[in-house]
């Protein structure tokens, strides 16, 4: 049977965050031929639904108010289940980020509908779509499947891969809402981030541990990061020895990230950190000692100062770029 399946489509500093596109694809899979419907909440967002049909939706459905320029559990609870009153659908997609990590245990609750999170794969579409999720930090995974009731999953950001852009037709339309009684207004935001490409949804990342030594020593892989289009992470004790800001720490008390390629220098290999990158699809790991732990899970190995080979890495790269 075909469900009627909706989106949350994120948007970040105004753009469509790529993490909806991967929800489409999976609300595609999931809708076993039924239709996607991508929500878009905001102060300004309609412009940003036509990119959403041509990834995929059949429909995009918007809810603009002052109240939602900045995210809050309030304002976007209020204002996604206005669009599941209306709609009435029979499965919700989130990204797994920190909105839908936020958003999606609270209209779980408002429906009494099960929650499957952090799905990395999906088997099978439809009424017998298998959900795959890590477990144990990456260490084994389960398999879910949802018997009754509506389809409620969030998933991992990079492990879906989105479906081909192409003109497509569908309808944008509006729903007015009344956001009240909010408990908490966002009045402004202060980024403490680097600028740059998002770390959660990077494609390349160059991390760097306690072996980077200074603040300066993350200089040589920021400029490998920016050669390759990449972002730049690091290690709980890089953030701890305050070389860079906690925003970049990658680990089970970190981001959990799955970018196609991993690069790690001056990573021992703690298994909080492997437990937020070791499904990077390849991994290469920088260490001065041969019996670092970072080795066991890498596809390839470079036993050297980190001072030394990231800058030839670089220069090698830019050679061929």
């Known amino acids: 049977m075909s469900k009627k399946v909706l989106v949350l489509a994120e948007t970040r500093e105004g753009a469509l965050r790529n993490v909806s596109f ?78 839908g990590k936020d958003l999606s245990p609270k209209i779980a609750s408002k429906l009494q509908a099960g929650l499957i999170s952090d799905v990395t794969t999906i088997e099978g579409e439809g009424e017998d779509a298998v959900f795959v999720r890590p477990i144990y930090s990456g260490k084994a995974f389960e398999k879910k499947t949802i018997k009754e009731g509506i389809t409620f999953v969030t998933v991992r950001p990079n492990n ?11 309808e944008v339309s ?22 740059g ?35 730049v992470g690091a290690s709980r004790g890089a953030c701890d020895a305050d070389y860079v800001d906690y925003s970049l ?36 790991a920088i260490n001065k000692d041969p019996e670092a732990n970072i080795f066991k899970v890498a596809d390839y ?3 050297g100062d980190l001072f030394e080979v990231v800058p030839m890495l670089t220069e090698e790269f830019r050679k061929v770029m």
């Open 197 to 231: 490409v998002d770390l959660s949804e990077a494609k390349v990342i160059v991390a760097g541990g306690r072996g980077v030594k200074s603040a300066d020593g993350f200089a040589p892989l920021q400029e490998l990061a920016n050669l390759l289009g990449g972002a």
């Open 174 to 195: 509006s729903l007015v809402v009344d956001i009240t009684n909010l408990r908490t207004i966002i009045s402004n935001v202060v980024r403490k981030s680097a600028e």
């Open 22 to 99: 991967e929800a489409i694809a999976a609300a595609k899979q999931i809708s076993g031929g039924g239709e996607v419907v991508a929500v878009l909440l905001g102060d300004s967002v309609s412009e940003f639904g036509a990119e959403l049909v041509n990834c995929g939706a059949d429909r995009v459905i918007t809810v603009e108010h002052p109240h939602l320029k900045s995210y809050t559990s309030d304002g976007y609870g209020q204002a996604f289940m206005a669009v599941i009153e209306q709609e009435n659908p029979e499965g919700i997609v989130f990204g797994h980020t920190a909105v």
């Open 301 to 303: 190995g470079i036993v």
């Open 160 to 170: 879906i891969a989105p479906l081909p852009r192409e003109e497509r037709s569908g």
């Open 249 to 284: 720490q990658i680990g089970q008390t970190g981001k959990v990230v799955t970018p196609d390629l991993y690069i790690a220098a001056g990573i021992s290999g703690a298994i909080q950190h492997l437990a937020g990158m070791s499904n990077s699809k390849v991994i290469v």
